[in-house]
């Protein structure tokens, strides 16, 4: 059997991330002064330094709480709202470091949801939500010291076609026929836009006349939606990475800088595009339950704790995985418990994800504002880092944890069962044994010193978050690859080539019935261990684990994203002193592929 010996810290998120390797998309913050101008842009803070945060429209107006869209569907966006929601911001959240003032999809759209557009095929605000028109909008919010977002699906809307006629502003020649295919394809997750044929020169024209027209009216930030591969759509009509990349090329010319997020559902298969043309990209569908709440915990919140571990690696600064929008503020409105608020506001802090909220901030409860403003808890997700990931299995209950620059670690515990339960966070998950001091974020307590673990008692839906500081040493372990020749495959597992993996190839084919049993890991001392195994899945999987032939333990893994990504993660199995198996199952469903397990030389 290969295995080897060595010290690790095996939380993964202890990768470096380079402020100074930022995205493509990052340059467009310091454009170039516009051609015929002697202007010198104003040295700015990069796009997309640390996760934005904010408020958008789109939670009310999706929502049918009542009395919010007393007009009809959408019917809360209106610029009053809009103006109203920022007077709010800047008097509450500004200080705590929320500046953008999001207005989502309908801008352009009457009551009836009718669209209005210029002469130029371009989306202009519709006269009664907006009547002082998209550019004072702006100004006002400028004025309070924050920042404008705007809104638009990704192609051509149906209704700027105008059979082809309409010209493209400041170019000379092009028309909205030339833009798109003979064929009017459409695209987008509603199939609401001909998609857009960027192999002609007046293609990207179109969006740098929608780009202009922004940076015109001073917008800060472009919500592009609709975006494939992604969006609940696939095939080369729903391939809008030329779109992405058009609307980057368009900005970095536009004069102003802006910040392009993309939406929604985005595949992680062309996670370097995202990367590489935009500053951020929801990794989830709508966290908005479209229903008398703004969200409930099963549509959508607690999705993400099964999709958001795939992304971790990807998020730093330049671009970030949104998980969209944390709805904590609001109390009865919200749609969730006190401890699921707490857990929602939790996660969306250790990942990273950019914070903007869809509450109504003009009625913002005691324990909301509370969530919103916590400087420790907004600190863990604006400072450098890496996001936190799951250290253990995507079980009922979970530990998630980061490294932070300092040293320290950014702990939580979920508890994600529909009872209370307890969760415990071993210290071995985190690299270190023997003792750690503890700091109580969320109840500004510290607990003091525990010695190689901390146990809490949770609610359902409930979490604890940690700083913990390590006082104790680094574990040793011993690696052993699933592959290797004195270890024993049943049914139809089998080996398979992987050039993430650390010895080149896995053990696949883990199916039906398909299982791998590890021999020969030999431990000095019995008891309970937080074996660390590394795995590849497309998707999510359960995967049943033994030792030493005894009762099995189902374990659910999260997705790594795709067929070539290794993640890891610590289970806990017994081992007696001397030799052990540890046996990987899949039972009668698919398990994910395993690569290697780790095994501390001594507890």
């Given at each position: 059997?290969?295995?080897?010996?060595?010290?690790?810290?095996?939380?993964?998120?202890?990768?470096?991330?380079?402020?100074?390797?930022?995205?493509a998309a990052?340059?467009?913050?310091?454009?170039?002064?516009?051609?015929?101008?002697?202007e010198?842009?104003?040295?700015?803070?990069?796009?997309?330094a640390?996760?934005?945060?904010g408020?958008?429209?789109?939670?009310?107006?999706?929502s049918?709480?009542?009395?919010?869209?007393?007009?009809?569907?959408?019917?809360?966006?209106?610029?009053?709202?809009?103006?109203?929601?920022?007077?709010?911001m800047?008097?509450?959240?500004?200080?705590?470091?929320?500046?953008?003032?999001?207005?989502d999809?309908?801008?352009?759209?009457?009551?009836?949801?009718?669209?209005?557009?210029?002469?130029?095929g371009?989306?202009?605000?519709?006269?009664?939500?907006?009547?002082?028109?998209?550019?004072?909008?702006?100004?006002?919010?400028?004025?309070?010291?924050?920042?404008?977002?705007?809104?638009?699906?990704?192609?051509?809307?149906k209704?700027?076609y105008?059979?082809?006629g309409?010209?493209?502003?400041?170019?000379?020649?092009?028309?909205?026929?030339d833009?798109?295919?003979?064929?009017?394809?459409?695209?987008?997750?509603?199939?609401?836009?001909?998609?857009?044929?960027?192999?002609d020169?007046?293609?990207?024209?179109?969006?740098?006349?929608?780009a202009?027209?922004?940076?015109d009216?001073?917008?800060?930030?472009?919500?592009?939606?609709?975006?494939?591969?992604?969006?609940?759509?696939?095939?080369?009509?729903?391939?809008?990475?030329?779109?992405?990349?058009?609307?980057?090329?368009?900005?970095?010319?536009?004069?102003?800088?802006?910040?392009?997020?993309?939406?929604?559902?985005l595949?992680y298969?062309?996670?370097?595009?995202?990367?590489k043309?935009?500053?951020?990209?929801?990794?989830?569908?709508?966290?908005e339950?479209?229903?008398?709440?703004?969200?409930t915990?099963?549509?959508?919140?607690?999705?993400?704790?099964?999709?958001?571990?795939?992304?971790?690696?990807?998020?730093?600064?330049g671009?970030?995985?949104?998980?969209?929008?944390?709805?904590?503020?609001?109390?009865?409105?919200?749609?969730?418990t006190?401890?699921?608020?707490?857990?929602?506001?939790?996660?969306?802090?250790?990942?990273?994800?950019?914070?903007?909220?869809?509450?109504?901030?003009?009625r913002?409860?005691?324990?909301?504002?509370?969530?919103?403003?916590?400087?420790?808890?907004?600190?863990?997700?604006?400072?450098?880092?890496?996001?936190?990931?799951?250290?253990?299995?995507?079980?009922?209950?979970?530990?998630?944890?980061?490294?932070?620059?300092?040293g320290?670690?950014?702990?939580?515990?979920?508890?994600?069962?529909?009872?209370?339960?307890?969760?415990?966070?071993?210290?071995?998950?985190?690299?270190?044994?023997?003792?750690?001091?503890?700091?109580?974020v969320?109840?500004?307590?510290?607990?003091?010193?525990?010695?190689?673990?901390?146990?809490?008692?949770?609610?359902?839906?409930?979490?604890?978050?940690?700083t913990?500081?390590?006082?104790?040493t680094?574990?040793?372990?011993?690696?052993?690859?699933?592959?290797?020749?004195?270890?024993?495959?049943?049914?139809?597992?089998?080996?398979?080539d992987?050039?993430?993996?650390?010895?080149?190839?896995?053990?696949?084919?883990?199916y039906?019935?398909?299982?791998?049993?590890?021999?020969d890991?030999?431990?000095a001392?019995?008891?309970?261990?937080?074996?660390?195994?590394?795995?590849?899945?497309?998707?999510s999987?359960?995967?049943?684990?033994?030792?030493?032939?005894?009762?099995?333990?189902?374990?659910?893994?999260?997705?790594t994203?795709?067929?070539?990504?290794?993640?890891?993660?610590h289970?806990?199995?017994?081992?007696k002193a001397?030799?052990?198996?540890?046996?990987?199952?899949?039972?009668?469903g698919?398990?994910?592929?395993?690569?290697?397990?780790d095994?501390?030389?001594?507890?």
């Open positions: 059997m290969r295995s080897s010996s060595y010290s690790v810290m095996p939380v993964r998120a202890l990768r470096t991330v380079v402020v100074l390797a930022l995205t990052v340059t467009a913050a310091v454009p170039a002064a516009r051609a015929g101008t002697t010198t842009p104003a040295v700015t803070t990069p796009v997309a640390k996760p934005y945060m408020w958008t429209s789109w939670t009310m107006q999706s049918k709480y009542p009395g919010l869209n007393p007009k009809g569907d959408y019917s809360y966006l209106s610029e009053a709202n809009v103006i109203k929601q920022a007077d709010a800047a008097a509450k959240l500004k200080k705590y470091g929320y500046e953008y003032v999001n207005i999809a309908g801008w352009w759209m009457d009551w009836s949801w009718t669209p209005r557009f210029d002469e130029y371009r989306q202009q605000a519709d006269p009664k939500r907006f009547p002082s028109g998209m550019k004072a909008v702006a100004d006002r919010i400028h004025a309070k010291g924050l920042k404008a977002g705007i809104y638009l699906p990704v192609g051509l809307e209704g700027a105008n059979d082809g309409n010209p493209i502003w400041n170019a000379e020649g092009c028309t909205t026929g833009i798109v295919y003979d064929d009017l394809r459409t695209t987008n997750g509603w199939d609401s836009a001909y998609k857009i044929d960027f192999s020169p007046c293609a990207q024209k179109y969006i740098d006349s929608q202009r027209m922004f940076a009216w001073g917008y800060d930030f472009l919500k592009l939606d609709g975006v494939g591969p992604g969006s609940f759509k696939s095939g080369d009509n729903y391939d809008n990475v030329a779109d992405v990349a058009a609307w980057q090329k368009a900005i970095r010319s536009a004069g102003r800088p802006i910040h392009l997020e993309l939406s929604w559902s595949a298969s062309h996670v370097e595009d995202w990367k043309y935009s500053n951020g990209w929801r990794i989830d569908t709508d966290v339950c479209y229903c008398n709440t703004l969200v915990w099963e549509n959508s919140v607690d999705d993400r704790w099964d999709d958001a571990p795939a992304w971790t690696a990807h998020a730093g600064p671009g970030w995985n949104d998980l969209d929008s944390l709805n904590v503020g609001n109390g009865e409105m919200d749609g969730l006190k401890a699921e608020r707490q857990s929602y506001a939790t996660l969306w802090a250790i990942a990273k994800s950019p914070l903007y909220t869809g509450d109504d901030l003009t913002l409860d005691s324990y909301g504002l509370r969530l919103l403003t916590d400087r420790e808890v907004i600190a863990i997700n604006q400072r450098g880092g890496p996001p936190a990931e799951p250290v253990t299995a995507s079980d009922p209950q979970q530990v998630w944890a980061a490294k932070n620059p300092d320290t670690y950014t702990v939580a515990l979920f508890n994600l069962a529909d009872a209370p339960a307890s969760v415990t966070a071993d210290w071995s998950t985190l690299g270190f044994g023997g003792r750690a001091s503890v700091r109580d969320w109840n500004k307590e510290n607990l003091g010193t525990y010695t190689d673990k901390i146990t809490q008692a949770l609610p359902a839906h409930g979490s604890r978050l940690f913990v500081t390590a006082r104790g680094d574990l040793a372990w011993t690696a052993h690859e699933a592959e290797a020749g004195t270890n024993t495959l049943s049914g139809n597992a089998s080996v398979a992987c050039a993430a993996c650390s010895g080149g190839r896995k053990i696949g084919n883990l039906t019935g398909g299982k791998v049993t590890v021999n890991i030999v431990v001392r019995a008891g309970t261990y937080q074996i660390k195994v590394a795995y590849v899945s497309g998707d999987r359960t995967v049943l684990v033994s030792a030493n032939a005894g009762g099995a333990t189902s374990h659910k893994f999260a997705s994203g795709d067929w070539s990504t290794v993640n890891s993660v289970v806990p199995v017994k081992l001397g030799a052990n198996t540890i046996t990987f199952d899949s039972g009668t698919y398990a994910p592929d395993i690569d290697r397990v095994v501390q030389t001594s507890l």
